[in-house]
């Protein structure tokens, strides 16, 4: 079956880094958009940015444009999110998901990010 796992999380102060990673597998990897969307405390899911099929193809939300970049690596499965300057609003549980905006069909646990001093 699909499984999604994903890891990298942590408390991170303001301006900092992280990457996040995800381990793909039940599923032909490279034949699917994958994405990462996130969900902060009290709030519902928010889509962050998504990646095509060969990797050519990326998009974000306004939110963390010029912060975050999306990759993958189609012959480990494995998709990956490196965060940059990161702002305590970035804060939530981050998922790793099969499919473009507006297409998820499957997501992992997540994995925190916490920003803050």
């Known amino acids: 079956q699909v499984q999604l796992v994903e890891s990298g999380g942590g408390l991170v102060q303001p301006g900092g880094s992280l990457r996040l990673s995800c381990t793909a597998s039940?599923?032909?990897?490279?034949?699917?958009?994958m994405s990462w969307i996130r969900q902060a405390p009290g709030k519902g899911p928010e889509w962050v940015s998504h990646?095509?099929?060969?990797?050519?193809?990326?998009n974000y939300a306004d939110s963390v444009k010029g912060r975050f970049t999306i990759s993958r690596d189609n012959a480990k499965n494995m998709l990956y999110l490196q965060m940059n300057s990161l702002k305590p609003e970035d804060t939530a549980l981050y998922y790793c998901?099969?499919?473009?905006?507006?297409?998820?069909?499957?997501r992992g646990q997540g994995t925190q990010v916490t920003v803050s001093t």
């Open positions: 039940g599923f032909t990897f490279s034949n699917y958009y």
């Open positions: 990646i095509n099929s060969n990797g050519a193809g990326t």
């Open positions: 998901a099969r499919g473009g905006h507006l297409a998820i069909s499957y």
